[in-house]
């Protein structure tokens, strides 16, 4: 396996995570940033409370984004909202004949989405009308994410397309074996893809060829790769979480869970320092990061589909029978939960010092500390 050239990426990347993660009035990306860490420096107020609760839209699955003030989410009848961040009043609303499972993403004035026919648009942030749509070949699971003046997007024909922000004609595409459902996590110009083939692809964003031997997996995924540094974090469906050393094309540690064998279908939120994952087996797990060495690991009522959260010192998880949990991100004792109607299927959003959260039954909820 050849490593990777790295002059000036290590840097790139830690720029790159540090500038989002330090941005309290963004959520721009399904994962919080471009190197998909779902992680964020910024505690939440001790004590959360429900500012306000939109109630007029279909079933979410997809994690809203949040930029300057706004958030932007949409549902699976092809709905997309635009709320004020302050009131949730309902800024714009735009609707398209499918439906979304994958989150949006936003960059500059552009908002950009992908539907289950395979279709990507890009809005207006100001008031949603269309600057362009393109179409893939297979059903989009997972939001865009950018380099500089690409959109990257996924879908499960295998692909990931590069496409210009301003008008979406292709710039380049590179296409694996099977079907890839995560985001294309990007840390300086490279982008890493866990795929159905099971095995984690690095790619050069300014060539759109492969920058290393793929590296294997063992099972499938439909994780996002969260990227800290020079370490890539994944899960996968045959119950490994890895990390690899991205620079040079190996693998650092394997992590299995020591009582009962996991199945992950979702992202892992990383820091330096913590990884924390969410097994099918309703497993919250958090792992040293540096070694893969199990910190603690707590067990909720029903399995959890969306991926954990970082905010400051607590993980934020939403899970299946309705119930937002936050845990102590030292000790992973659980210190709030809220319930709701209906399943949980999309992790939250946090910025501004407020966490977003939609639901099945079709509201978006916002939480932070009494106003």
């Not at 279709?119 to 070949?137: C, H, I, N, P």
């Not at 094309?249 to 009582?259: I, L, S």
Request: include cysteine; proline fraction near 4%.
């Amino acid at each position: 396996m050849q490593p990777l050239k790295t002059d000036g990426i290590l840097l790139a990347s830690l720029l790159c995570v540090a500038t989002v993660s330090n941005c309290l009035a963004q959520w721009p990306v399904q994962r919080g940033n471009l190197a998909a860490t779902g992680a964020v420096e910024t505690a939440l107020p001790e004590t959360l409370s429900l500012l306000w609760d939109f109630a007029d839209a279909a079933a979410f699955e997809a994690t809203p984004v949040i930029d300057s003030g706004r958030i932007y989410a949409a549902d699976t009848e092809g709905n997309v909202f635009c709320l004020n961040l302050a009131d949730g009043k309902l800024i714009w609303k735009v609707s398209i004949d499918t439906g979304f499972l994958a989150a949006p993403a936003i960059q500059g004035d552009t908002l950009v989405l992908g539907d289950y026919d395979g279709m990507v648009y890009a809005l207006s942030t100001a008031d949603g009308s269309q600057r362009w749509k393109f179409e893939a070949d297979g059903q989009i699971d997972s939001g865009a994410m950018f380099h500089g003046e690409k959109v990257l997007i996924t879908s499960e024909a295998g692909k990931l397309h590069a496409l210009k922000l301003t008008d979406g004609s292709v710039v380049w595409e590179y296409e694996t074996a099977d079907q890839i459902r995560c985001s294309a996590t990007v840390a300086g110009d490279r982008t890493f893809l866990g795929g159905c083939d099971s095995q984690l692809h690095v790619v050069d964003l300014n060539t759109g060829k492969k920058a290393s031997d793929p590296m294997p997996l063992e099972s499938p995924t439909n994780s996002t790769p969260a990227v800290v540094g020079p370490l890539a974090f994944l899960p996968t469906y045959g119950g490994h979480v890895f990390a690899f050393d991205w620079q040079k094309g190996t693998r650092k540690w394997t992590y299995e869970d020591p009582e009962k064998s996991q199945e992950y279908r979702s992202s892992a939120a990383a820091t330096d320092k913590v990884v924390v994952v969410s097994s099918q087996g309703k497993r919250l797990t958090a792992l040293d990061a540096s070694s893969g060495k199990q910190l603690w690991q707590t067990t909720v009522r029903r399995r959890a589909d969306a991926s954990p959260v970082i905010a400051g010192d607590s993980v934020l998880l939403a899970a299946t029978d309705g119930r937002l949990y936050r845990f102590n991100l030292q000790d992973g004792k659980q210190t709030w939960q809220y319930e709701v109607k209906g399943a949980l299927l999309a992790s939250p959003a946090i910025a501004d010092g407020k966490l977003i959260l939609t639901t099945e039954e079709g509201h978006v909820l916002c939480f932070g500390g009494k106003q």
